[in-house]
C-alpha cells in the first residue's frame, strides 16, 4: 500500500506564503495537489509528472509553484500571494495519469489545513 503523507499547512495572512510537502513511499508517475474548502467539492490544484511536466489551474497560475524531488520521492507546492480564497484542506495524491481529473488517483493523504486570514 502506498502511503501519502502531507505536511506544512498553516495559518498566514493574505499576501504571504506557504510550502507544503508531500512524501509518497513508492514511485508513481503523477504527483499531484487537491484542496477542498467547506462546502464545496475536492477541486485539483496542479500535478507535476515524472518528466517534470507541470500543469496548473488557472486560480493558482503565477503564484503557486510545484516541484519534486525524485530521490526523496517528494512533492513541493510553493504558494506566494495566498488569499482569503486558497483558504482550504489541501490534499496531495499519487497516480499514473497526468490530469486533473479526481478518480485517476489511487492514493491520497490525509490532508493539511491551510487557512489564509487577517
Known amino acids: 500500500q502506498v502511503q501519502v503523507v502531507e505536511s506544512g499547512g498553516g495559518l498566514v495572512q493574505p499576501g504571504e506564503s506557504l510550502r507544503l510537502s508531500c512524501e509518497v513511499s513508492?514511485?508513481?508517475?503523477?504527483l499531484a495537489w487537491f484542496r477542498q474548502a467547506p462546502g464545496k467539492e475536492r477541486e485539483g490544484v496542479s500535478y507535476?509528472?515524472?518528466?517534470?511536466?507541470?500543469f496548473y489551474v488557472d486560480s493558482v497560475k503565477g503564484r503557486f509553484t510545484i516541484s519534486r524531488d525524485h530521490i526523496k520521492n517528494t512533492v513541493y507546492l510553493q504558494m506566494n500571494s495566498l488569499k482569503a480564497e486558497d483558504t482550504a484542506v489541501y490534499y496531495c495524491?499519487?497516480?499514473?495519469?497526468?490530469?486533473?481529473?479526481?478518480?485517476?488517483?489511487?492514493?491520497w493523504g490525509q490532508g493539511t489545513q491551510v487557512t489564509v486570514s487577517s
Open positions: 507535476i509528472t515524472s518528466n517534470d511536466y507541470t
Open positions: 495524491a499519487a497516480g499514473n495519469r497526468a490530469t486533473m481529473e479526481k478518480r485517476a488517483y489511487n492514493y
Open positions: 513508492e514511485f508513481e508517475v503523477v
